[in-house]
Structure formats: C-alpha cells, structure tokens
C-alpha cells in the first residue's frame, strides 16, 4: 500500500513495549485536541479526544495527557500491538464562534512501527 | 453504518489538466469536510459546508479548486487547471451532530 509519509520522525517499539507519542500544538486558545490513527491507504481514525479543561483522558489501552502550560500532547499506547503500526497525528480546534463546525488544524504526525 | 465513501482511489494526470474528485458522505452528516494531505504533512482543511452552504473555504485556492455540495448531501471537488504541486491526497470527512469527524480512504492524486 501507499506510505502515508515518507520523512516522518518515527518511534520503532518492541510489540508489547509501551508507546509515548508526543505533540506540540500551536494555538494556545484551542481548546479541544484529537489524536488520529492513519494506516496507510487509509483516512485518519479517530482514537481519543480531551477537552482543555482536563489534564488527562483514559481509553481503551490509551492515554491522553494534555499541559497547556507547554503546549503539550502526548499519547500513550500500553501494551502496543503490532496493529497499533501507523502514522499518528494530533488535532486542535478552537472554541466556537472561531471554529464553526469544529475545524481541525493537525500537526505534522509521527510514524509508529511495531517491532514483533 | 456505511463510511464516507471516495471516488476515484487514485488519478494520476497531467499538469494543465482538469480533476475532480467524488464524495458521499455519511448519512445524516450536515457537516462535510475537504482536506488535501501532501505526503509526509497532517491533512489541511480546504473546505467545510454544513448542509450545503459553505462554512469555511479560506484555504482553498480559488483560482483553481472549486467545490460543490448542490443538495446537501454529495459533494465534488475539482481542480483546473493542475499543477505539479497539487499532487497529494484528498480526504472527505463528514460530521454528525457530536464532534467527531469521519474520514474517506481519500483520493491520491498524482500530477506530472
């Protein structure tokens, strides 16, 4: 299939091995961000969201960690599997009436390679 | 439920020709999105209609990309004329009445 992307910074981590993948965001008005999943010939997946007024997110073997003192997202995979292989990509928007519709600026991505 | 379906998968043409490119989005969806995502980059918004009105086209290059969703429903994105630098891939997304956005498998467009 068709590579995502080419020149990513990408994080190799033995199957089962825990992942941290991080992000930096831009505005510091957004207040809602979004962590995507793209494998490759794919359209991004939504994985987990958090709001500005949480810190941290739990899902299913996922974690989100927001500080907006830095600007800072990362998102933690436990356990990773060899599906969790992908290109990774945070999202922010802003609160309406700036962002009508929830329009999403992503950052650059970050390619996830599982090791077996 | 049926995804954001795309049509076609993949289109490779010349510079100075014309494109379009096909979505039908989920139903139900209001919202539509189009992104273009050049290779190695995060998707980048080109344009969002709700229903089918447009919501935000300030990054869509005017002078030759154009979008249309007639009945609220489908939606089509063309380019005239191409230029090399508009080879990418071009996402559907649409959107339900909570937040999160469904994205297509996307249209790889290649332009020589």
């Known amino acids: 299939g068709e590579s995502v992307g080419l020149h990513l910074p990408t994080l190799s981590v033995q199957e089962g091995d825990n992942s941290i993948i991080n992000c930096a965001y831009s505005n510091s008005a957004s207040d809602y961000f979004i962590w995507y999943k793209q494998e490759s010939g794919k359209g991004p997946q939504f994985i987990i969201d958090i709001r500005s007024n949480m810190d941290k997110r739990q899902g299913q073997r996922v974690t989100v960690l927001l500080n907006k003192t830095v600007k800072h997202l990362s998102l933690q995979i436990a356990a990773t599997q060899p599906g969790d292989s992908a290109v990774y990509f945070c999202a922010e928007t802003l609160p309406p009436p700036k962002a009508a519709g929830n329009k999403l600026t992503f950052g650059g991505g970050t390619r996830v390679l599982v090791k077996p | 439920e049926a995804g954001v379906a795309q049509s076609p998968r993949y289109k490779i043409i010349e510079k100075r020709q014309s494109v379009a490119f096909w979505c039908n989005p989920i139903?139900?969806?209001?919202?539509l999105y189009w992104y273009q995502q050049i290779l190695g980059q995060g998707p980048k918004l080109l344009i969002q209609f709700q229903n089918n009105g447009v919501v935000d086209d300030s990054q869509l290059p005017k002078d030759r990309f154009s979008a249309e969703r007639l009945k609220g429903v489908d939606s089509t994105l063309k380019i005239q004329p191409a230029k090399l630098e508009d080879s990418a891939v071009y996402l559907c997304a649409s959107k339900g009445p909570d937040n999160e956005q469904f994205f297509g498998p996307g249209t790889r467009l290649t332009v020589l």
């Open positions: 139903s139900g969806h209001a919202t």
